[in-house]
């Protein structure tokens, strides 16, 4: 990867990503293994006249020794201090940028009942933490660097450098860094692209939207009242831009959290806490997850699904045509970072505040209350797209309006 290059990358998560303001603490989550690119995103910070810089380390390997070997007890704990400094640092305001890079096996073979309850204690320990992140209130940020496990993963028969640089081209396709190029400005005109896609779904504010496909997908996807489409960058408490996930290409909003009715089929492989999860099928009544099965991974699916009452439920539903750049690329990422912005998707678990009127400023009770389902410790996308995918818009006064046909935007 050239250093060019991957300055660029450093200077798009700090400046679009998190759009780091002066005087500005920055937080960044990242594996030891990407320190290089977290030096350059930390010069870049400075750059920009960040107050502070602060990195939380991790090491998917030490990870899975813990999952492994540590008293089983272990996983309903978490150590305050790691909860207290992203509860400090959120509260004043900070920028949380996260650095993945996963190896789609990390965790393979580590007991799904250990990762459960560690996904609880963890959500429930940074509740605070999250439910700022979730409601825009700071300004967040996911990129995503190769690690040889992941490009060899995706480029089956490469191996080493040779897969690691294949992955570094495909990323950088994905997120719109070209040689000689400014991405910066090539994400503010991608930006006004998907705000525009938003704004047309909410002038519809449509009551229901029935999805369809060969893969067996019959599903009829009720949306609360005064919901939101949203797309690209949004904005924090301050008012300043950001954009959660780079890439992005959807536009999403929240369903209505009892209102989805009928079985849906994931189209591509889900790399959930380091485990391959395919060929899911859910069967959902009155919103309701009552059935979950998939042909690989199932008792990883269901673990998640299990980590408390809101994770049965939807939480997000996001369109991305089948002819959009990543899918295009016809590359699988195992990752969900990117695959979710080369499929539509659906979310179980807790869905954006943002998505509803007001929502931001709503408590969970409040949100509840307007249809939104608001209360999970977690929130886990699935793709569901395919190339002959109908998504038929039922308007509040009965109207019937394709959305979706054969994949793609008919709107
Ligand atoms: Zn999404
Ligand atoms: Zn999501």
Redesign the pocket.
């Known amino acids: 990867m050239k250093e060019e290059l991957l300055r660029e990358y450093a200077r798009l998560g700090v400046r679009t990503g998190v759009n780091l303001q002066k005087g500005q603490k920055l937080v960044i989550r990242a594996g030891v293994d990407s320190a290089p690119f977290v030096r350059l995103v930390t010069e870049e910070a400075y750059a920009v006249g960040a107050r502070d810089v602060l990195v939380y380390w991790t090491d998917q390997k030490i990870a899975r020794e813990r999952y492994l070997h540590a008293d089983n007890d272990l996983f309903d704990e978490t150590y305050p201090w790691q909860a207290l400094m992203f509860d400090l640092l959120s509260a004043e305001g900070a920028a949380f940028l996260s650095v993945t890079s996963s190896d789609p096996a990390a965790l393979a073979g580590v007991d799904p009942d250990r990762i459960r309850r560690a996904s609880i204690a963890y959500g429930q320990a940074n509740e605070k933490f999250y439910a700022r992140m979730m409601a825009s209130r700071i300004p967040w940020s996911i990129v995503a660097i190769p690690c040889k496990p992941w490009a060899e993963k995706v480029f089956p028969g490469k191996t080493g450098d040779e897969a690691t640089e294949l992955l570094w081209d495909a990323i950088c396709e994905a997120v719109r860094i070209r040689e000689g190029g400014d991405a910066v400005a090539a994400w503010a005109a991608h930006c006004n692209h998907l705000t525009g896609q938003a704004r047309k779904l909410n002038e519809y504010a449509f009551a229901a939207l029935r999805y369809e496909n060969a893969l067996g997908t019959r599903l009829t996807v009720e949306l609360p009242e005064g919901h939101l489409w949203a797309g690209g960058s949004e904005k924090d408490e301050r008012g300043t831009t950001f954009i959660a996930?780079m890439p992005?290409e959807?536009i999403?909003t929240a369903p209505k959290r009892d209102g989805v009715n009928g079985i849906v089929y994931s189209s591509k492989p889900l790399v959930l806490n380091g485990n391959l999860v395919e060929g899911i099928c859910l069967t959902l009544e009155g919103g309701r997850i009552v059935d979950a099965k998939a042909e690989k991974g199932e008792e990883y699916l269901r673990a998640e699904i299990n980590v408390d009452e809101g994770a049965h439920y939807l939480g997000?539903v996001?369109l991305?045509p089948y002819h959009s750049p990543i899918s295009e690329s016809g590359i699988l990422f195992y990752d969900t970072l990117f695959d979710?912005?080369a499929s539509c998707?659906f979310?179980f678990g807790e869905a954006y505040p943002t998505c509803i009127e007001g929502g931001a400023d709503l408590s969970k009770e409040e949100l509840l209350a307007r249809g939104l389902n608001a209360e999970s410790n977690t929130h886990v996308?699935f793709m569901v797209g395919t190339p002959d995918l109908s998504i038929i818009g039922v308007t509040r006064d009965g109207r019937e309006v394709p959305v979706f046909v054969n994949g793609d935007f008919a709107i």
Request: aromatic content about 8%; proline content about 0%; overall charge negative.
């Open positions: 996930n992005t959807e999403f997000e996001a991305v979710e912005n998707h979310a996308d």
